[in-house]
């Protein structure tokens, strides 16, 4: 075998900024927690399997930030899944519920079928009772007076106490515990182990780092977001902030308002390279537009209807 056609060899990937996460938790909530388990993978995995992929396709995004920048843009979302995570996290049963929507991980759950639950429930303070959105039939909106809202804490004190006290006199009358957990309310915590491949970990982000998601579901998210992934790959993190988190996608029918009303500036000439000198797509001395800034002026050459 030629030296050229000798296999690359391969290291593990670490990422330091992880290492030191590794078995620290983050609280969420008033007795959730997220904590990093393991990890695969980081930013240059996404690298090296794209480079396999595309083979000479690459070259011309040739520094690493900017490849990663370049899938991201343009949705070639494979090289994202050779990165993997394994999280365990503590939250209640109706925010498991949506989480485990996302059906793309591994997961293994706390089982109380097999152990005694756990006792903790998720507590709302006073302020916290938020009310039914008139317009979004599965979103809140606006909160209860405090009054009223200290009115609901105790009751829901009374309640999880009560379902505790039945729970507990079902198991130490050695009632079956699949059996004795059936009254347990909703926002008794419950544990999983969840490992996800980085593609879908995002795809999860986006959707519950969102400001329509839940309240609940979005402190994981953003705690999982901002002092995990950030950390783990801060490349990706940051092309996803800028085109995915960040970024609005025009619909067909909205870039014909746009052309029809003429919002756009028609006098805006897309060809003169100083509207983007401010975002560093310049090069050759400022007399040409390097891939994204290219990218740019043909979505302006589209809403323009030329």
Same mark, same amino acid.
């Given at each position: ?9 391969? &290291? ?10 590794? *078995? ?5 909530? *008033? ?13 240059? /995995? !996404? ?5 396999? /992929? ?43 519920? #949506? ?11 706390? /089982? ?5 639950? !756990? ?44 379902? #505790? ?24 915590? &419950? ?18 780092? *969102? /400001?329509?998601? #839940? ?45 029809? @009303?003429?919002?756009?500036?028609? @006098? ?14 310049? !090069? @050759?001395?400022? &007399? ?9 002026? *043909? ?8």
């Amino acid at each position: 075998m030629s030296e050229k056609e000798m296999p690359e060899y391969v &290291t593990r990937v670490s990422v330091p900024e992880m290492d030191e996460l590794l *078995d620290k938790t983050f609280p969420v909530l *008033d007795n959730g927690f997220v904590r990093v388990v393991d990890y695969m993978g980081g930013d240059s /995995s !996404i690298v090296q399997a794209a480079r396999v /992929s595309y083979g000479t396709g690459t070259k011309i995004v040739n520094e690493d930030r900017g490849l990663i920048r370049y899938l991201m843009r343009h949705r070639h979302t494979t090289p994202f899944e050779m990165a993997e995570i394994k999280l365990h996290v503590r939250t209640p049963m109706d925010n498991w519920r #949506q989480w485990i929507r996302h059906r793309t991980a591994n997961v293994n759950e706390y /089982s109380t079928r097999y152990s005694i639950a !756990i006792e903790d429930k998720q507590k709302t303070a006073p302020e916290e009772w938020r009310m039914q959105s008139e317009n979004n039939k599965q979103g809140s909106e606006g909160f209860f007076p405090l009054e009223q809202g200290r009115y609901f804490s105790e009751r829901e004190t009374e309640l999880h106490n009560i379902a #505790q006290e039945v729970y507990n006199e079902r198991i130490e009358a050695g009632m079956a515990r699949e059996q004795a957990r059936k009254d347990l309310p909703l926002s008794t915590y &419950t544990e999983a182990y969840w490992k996800i491949d980085l593609h879908n970990l995002l795809h999860f982000l986006s959707l519950r780092m *969102d /400001s329509h998601a #839940q309240f609940e579901i979005r402190q994981y998210a953003t705690i999982i977001g901002e002092e995990i992934v950030s950390k783990w790959v801060p490349y990706v993190w940051e092309a996803f902030n800028d085109y995915v988190l960040n970024a609005v996608t025009l619909t067909g029918p909205e870039i014909e308002i746009l052309r029809e @009303n003429q919002i756009l500036n028609p @006098n805006f000439d897309p060809e003169n390279l100083e509207h983007y000198r401010g975002q560093g797509w310049l !090069i @050759n001395k400022g &007399t040409e537009l390097r891939g994204e800034g290219k990218e740019f002026q *043909d979505k302006l050459r589209k809403l323009r209807g030329k």
